[in-house]
């Protein structure tokens, strides 16, 4: 437990956090990957660009700076980014590398103002969270389903949608049967390249679309293009992998699952809502669902662009086919379909609800959900971004 000054000088800090901090986590992330380029291997690149990453480290600071007498209130989040970390191999040599450069950030930032007091206050805090990732996150790698990046070769591959590529992939170790693995809906794994278009290693993570392990485990990458951005990692995936290629693949990881207490029970329906890719997970859901519970009443919501981008339509109407009790909505943004309020407010009230899609997306359907007074408890998501970026602790 940080001493009661330490936690006195923080909590003064917060006005300050509250107005800078992205532009601390900017610097900080600028003079970490001067000095350790290296992790520019670990970071997602797009996320940087974009100030993702930034405002997600900013508000996971402050959310730790409100909360350091109990960061136990915490935990959830921390669990969040733990699963991430664990998934791209972040180790607790990683923490005081990060750790120096906070520091140094909050100092270049704030000036004079950062006397001392505040930076030592700020070293004792620091400490006291990284000891609280790094024991989340030991557990996690004890865990995991195998230790670091191991070699897959794709069995299959196959276009859903017009720019969505489903891969089937088997580790290359014929002694590990994958067949046996415990998935759960809604993981992700994480693919390590070597893009021919990048000096770095990338690592991204990706959905399983599917929880079936029978054949091999399977995930789906969309082709990053839009808004004049070319993503590094899915273009590669696209382009130049192709059945017979081998992939590195890091352990299954995530918090985004079903409730198991509501599986079995009839009375709050699952809903099921998702935007583009943010469809992968999902259907992992709901074909776990409907194989533990086919009774349960399943509401499922779906957009996209247009009928050309529509992913994986067969899969989900044969899976919707084994469920009893479904209401099934389709919503096409270029007819000016739109998944939006109005649609939420058909929902039952409780429901458990399960969102995935890009950040803008998550952004409209959580404020909506809110709005209409659904509990937190029932409303869980995964944006396709920094997850702490959406929600302050």
């Not at 969270?129 to 070699?151: C, R």
């Not at 469809?279 to 499922?300: D, F, G, H, S, Y």
Request: glycine content about 6%; proline content about 5%.
């Amino acid at each position: 437990m940080a001493s009661p000054q330490t936690l006195a000088v923080v909590k003064q800090t917060v006005p300050v956090l509250e107005t800078y901090g992205t532009q601390i986590t900017t610097v900080f992330y600028q003079n970490m990957f001067a000095e350790h380029p290296e992790l520019l291997d670990i970071f997602n690149e797009t996320n940087q660009k974009l100030g993702r990453q930034q405002s997600a480290l900013a508000t996971t600071v402050l959310a730790a700076a409100k909360h350091l007498e109990q960061l136990e209130v915490l935990l959830p989040q921390v669990m969040q980014i733990g699963h991430k970390h664990r998934a791209l191999q972040i180790k607790p040599e990683h923490y005081p590398i990060v750790g120096k450069h906070l520091l140094g950030a909050i100092k270049e930032v704030l000036g004079d103002a950062a006397t001392d007091e505040v930076i030592n206050a700020w070293a004792e805090a620091y400490d006291e969270i990284a000891s609280v990732f790094i024991k989340v996150e030991a557990d996690m790698y004890q865990e995991a389903m195998w230790s670091g990046f191991i070699p897959f070769k794709v069995i299959k591959k196959e276009i859903t949608g017009s720019d969505i590529a489903a891969f089937t992939v088997q580790p290359e170790d014929n002694s590990f049967d994958v067949s046996r693995l415990p998935l759960t809906a809604g993981q992700y794994i994480t693919v390590k390249t070597d893009p021919e278009d990048s000096d770095h290693i990338a690592l991204r993570h990706y959905s399983l679309y599917s929880v079936d392990s029978s054949e091999g485990l399977k995930f789906a990458v969309r082709r990053d293009n839009r808004n004049e951005h070319r993503g590094l990692v899915s273009n590669h995936l696209h382009d130049k992998i192709e059945v017979g290629d081998t992939l590195l693949l890091s352990a299954p990881a995530g918090d985004f699952k079903l409730n198991q207490s509501l599986i079995e029970q009839n009375d709050i329906p699952l809903v099921l809502i998702s935007a583009g890719v943010g469809v992968t997970p999902v259907l992992a859901m709901l074909e776990a669902q409907v194989k533990a519970n086919p009774k349960r009443p399943i509401i499922w919501a779906y957009a996209c662009q247009n009928q050309d981008f529509h992913a994986f339509d067969g899969r989900i109407n044969a899976l919707l086919e084994q469920a009893e009790q479904v209401q099934k909505s389709t919503f096409y943004f270029e007819s000016n379909q739109l998944l939006n309020e109005e649609w939420l407010k058909t929902l039952p009230n409780p429901a458990d609800v399960y969102v995935c899609g890009s950040m803008i997306f998550m952004d409209s359907m959580i404020d909506g959900l809110a709005a209409l007074e659904h509990s937190n408890d029932y409303i869980h998501y995964e944006p396709f971004g920094p997850k702490m970026s959406l929600s302050a602790g």
